[in-house]
Nanobody, 121 residues
Framework: QVQLVESGGDLVQPGGSLRLSCAAS????????MYWYRQAPGKQRELVAS???????AYADSVKGRFTISRDNAKNTVYLQMNSLKPGDTAVYYC???????????????WGQGTQVTVSS
């Protein structure tokens, strides 16, 4: 069994910063791509940032230049550094990872439970 646990969500003022963490644990053989998504009230879940096992990174246009995704493979953890936060960044942020649990060439998508980020004065 694999678990993803996010942390770091909080209430922050506009212009502030937060760092989200997502740690994977359990029967992990290999972690491939890792992602951060977010879902605001009444809106669809959207992809915020992604990072491959090789370190290739991509961002949604709405967060480019403000958010930074990174990963620590030794800790099975992905991070999202969020700077210059805006009220429009308010959402539940979810971690997603593609993980293989044994050496066979199969991997599966796992989700965390989400962490709330609220940007408000």
């Amino acid at each position: 069994q694999v678990q993803l646990v996010e942390s770091g969500g909080d209430l922050v003022q506009p212009g502030g910063s937060l760092r989200l963490s997502c740690a994977a644990s359990g029967s992990i053989f290999r972690i491939d791509d890792m992602y951060w998504y977010r879902q605001a009230p009444g809106k669809q879940r959207e992809l915020v940032a992604s990072i491959t096992s090789g370190g290739r990174i991509a961002y949604a246009d709405s967060v480019k230049g403000r958010f930074t995704i990174s990963r620590d493979n030794a800790k099975n953890t992905v991070y999202l550094q969020m700077n210059s936060l805006k009220p429009g960044d308010t959402a539940v942020y979810y971690c997603n990872a593609v993980i293989a649990t044994d050496p066979r060439p199969y991997s599966y998508s796992y989700w965390g439970q989400g962490t709330q980020v609220t940007v408000s004065s």
